[in-house]
């Protein structure tokens, strides 16, 4: 099993940033990547990043040159990715959550979710 939490959402004015982590324990191993996903009232869950295990990144268009996800490979016991987010809009704001997908899809598991709110 696989478990995710996410954390670091805040209330941030308008053109700031934040950074945002999700740290996956217990079979860290069979993590093949970590997605990043949010979700605004009203709105369907919306993919935002994702990186792999292998270093294969992506994004959604609508955040592409503004979000950095990225991995800290120092740690062994805690598969530990953040979602560095700059230049932040109103648009932004959502319940971002974290996705490990693992190689056993049986495990994949989504986190609880953190609120990032871009407000002035």
């Known amino acids: 099993q696989v478990q995710v939490v996410e954390s670091g959402g805040n209330l941030v004015q308008p053109g700031g940033s934040l950074r945002l982590a999700c740290a996956a324990s217990?079979?860290?191993?069979?993590?093949?990547?970590i997605k990043w996903y949010r979700q605004a009232p009203g709105n369907q869950r919306e993919f935002v990043a994702e990186l792999t295990r292998n270093g294969r990144r992506d994004y959604a268009e609508s955040v592409k040159g503004r979000f950095t996800i990225s991995r800290d490979t120092a740690n062994n016991t805690v598969y530990l990715v953040y979602l560095q987010m700059n230049s932040l809009r109103p648009s932004d704001t959502a319940v971002y959550y974290c996705?490990?997908?693992?190689?056993?899809?049986?495990?994949?598991?989504w986190g609880q979710g953190t609120q990032v709110t871009v407000s002035s």
């Open positions: 996705y490990a997908d693992t190689y056993d899809r049986s495990y994949s598991s």
């Open positions: 217990g079979n860290i191993f069979g993590i093949y990547g």
